[in-house]
């Protein structure tokens, strides 16, 4: 799992200690296990939201952990184009690599580390596939998409789509050394990532080591949600046991703390994890597919808006030809 990693971590700014007497920490509210699926054009995922009361998840829709797996060649597989209106898109790629496409011209190729930001906004195509050597050769893909829903006055705003390189991440460490956290969007401790999100979240992606205790300061006014890519370990403060493919949820508080376990599996040595959260938005959500929106009657328009090519259309020149 290489994602961004640094050769020595104690040369990363850190983020100050939490003290958990002073700081409240927010409580653990549930713990869900992902089952497995099929997205796309038959690509394995973990649902990672499943069986989570929405309440929780506000402002996020969907979360799916896509692998980890290893393709034989002529395996890999990717989506074809789709429309998709009133949310975010956020494909992080820790392994492997996706290219994408969209009808405003956005898109390009997404691998280890790097991260896509697609404003779906009022409405958008796409399409998302490994590159045609990756198909040939096959090879290690694994990585996140999440859906952030948007509210009312700013689901028809026009579509952006963001290039977020590797390097770009910010590369932080926890107050010890013991974890290294990549934040991809919003900010922890002052230290802020790259993306620039329509609806205020933060998005982190901790690497932690055996035995390490991560205190990670958390704005109090945003939702708390702990998901394990890898690895076993410990939440909160009566230390409930999480392991691959679990999420947590948090309650209000200042601080979440996450441990990972001195014994971990072979295959990944550290826990790893992905902190998100964000403002709650408290509208109405209606979902229909690749669109979510706040009634059944915006619903039926985006449908019929799409049948009638007013989400743009597929460039002349495009992947997957």
Do not use: C
């Not at 971990?264 to 902190?275: A, D, F, K, T």
């Amino acid at each position: 799992m290489p994602a961004v990693t640094v050769e020595n971590v104690l040369i990363l700014p850190r983020i100050p200690d939490v003290n958990p007497v002073s700081a409240l920490e927010r409580p653990l509210l549930a713990i869900t296990t992902a089952p497995h699926g099929v997205e796309g054009e038959g690509f394995p995922v973990r649902r990672a939201f499943y069986g989570l009361d929405q309440r929780y998840l506000d402002p996020f829709i969907h979360m799916d952990q896509m692998g980890e797996v290893e393709y034989g060649p002529g395996e890999p597989k990717g989506t074809a184009w789709h429309p998709h209106r009133g949310f975010e898109t956020v494909t992080y790629m820790i392994d492997g690599t996706f290219q994408h496409q969209d009808s405003t011209g956005g898109g390009g190729l997404i691998t280890n580390g790097a991260t896509q930001w697609m404003t779906a906004g009022a409405g958008i195509l796409h399409i998302e596939r490994p590159p045609e050597a990756l198909i040939a050769s096959g090879g290690l893909f694994h990585g996140i998409q999440l859906w952030v829903n948007l509210p009312a006055e700013q689901k028809w705003t026009p579509p952006r789509y963001q290039d977020i390189g590797a390097a770009r991440v910010t590369l932080v460490a926890s107050h010890d050394g013991g974890a290294l956290l990549r934040v991809i969007a919003g900010e922890v401790a002052g230290h802020a990532g790259p993306g620039v999100t329509h609806t205020p979240i933060t998005l982190v992606h901790a690497t932690i080591n055996p035995g390490a205790e991560l205190r990670l300061p958390w704005r109090r006014g945003f939702n708390g949600l702990v998901y394990v890519l890898a690895g076993r370990g410990t939440i909160g403060s009566k230390r409930a046991p999480i392991r691959t493919g679990q999420l947590a949820a948090f309650g209000t508080g200042d601080l979440i703390t996450i441990t990972a376990d001195l014994a971990q599996e072979s295959r990944s040595p550290n826990l790893e994890v992905l902190v998100l959260g964000g403002e709650p938005i408290g509208e109405p959500v209606a979902w229909y597919g690749p669109f979510v929106m706040n009634t059944h009657e915006e619903l039926a328009q985006a449908v019929d808006d799409y049948r009638r090519g007013r989400m743009g259309t597929i460039p002349a020149a495009h992947i997957g030809n």
